[in-house]
């Protein structure tokens, strides 16, 4: 499985972007697929989480800003962050699962494939 991030940039504070993930390959051995960020110097944080049925999941920090989705196709990954903070700036990860799971992922060991990232920023 591969997969490859877009829609990264730069925007000013409150503003608006959607992230789209596109994955290939084995497609079908995917079940949950999740969004993370990092900036240098720190840890990956968790974003956000879709499961195989739908369910989503989000971290504490944009919690009623940001939207996960899957295409119909599934095959798609999205994620719209409105009302975008200076401290929403980092790389964007889209990570997929092949666990045998019907729930959402937080955990980021649980991802076996990532993509190499669109980078986000957020200007004051």
């Known amino acids: 499985v591969q997969l490859v991030e877009s829609g990264g940039g730069l925007v000013q504070a409150g503003g608006s972007l959607r992230l789209s993930c596109l994955a290939s390959?084995?497609?079908?051995?995917?079940?949950?697929m999740g969004w993370y960020r990092q900036t240098p110097g720190k840890e990956r944080e968790f974003v956000a989480s879709i499961s195989d049925g739908g369910s989503t999941y989000y971290g504490k920090s944009v919690r009623g800003r940001f939207t996960i989705s899957r295409g119909n196709a599934r095959n798609t990954l999205y994620l719209q962050m409105n009302k975008l903070k200076p401290e929403d700036t980092a790389m964007y990860y889209c990570a997929a699962s092949r666990e045998y799971t019907i729930v959402v992922i937080t955990r980021e060991d649980k991802y076996a494939y990532w993509g190499q990232g669109t980078q986000v920023s957020v200007s004051s």
């Open positions: 390959g084995s497609i079908s051995s995917i079940t949950a």
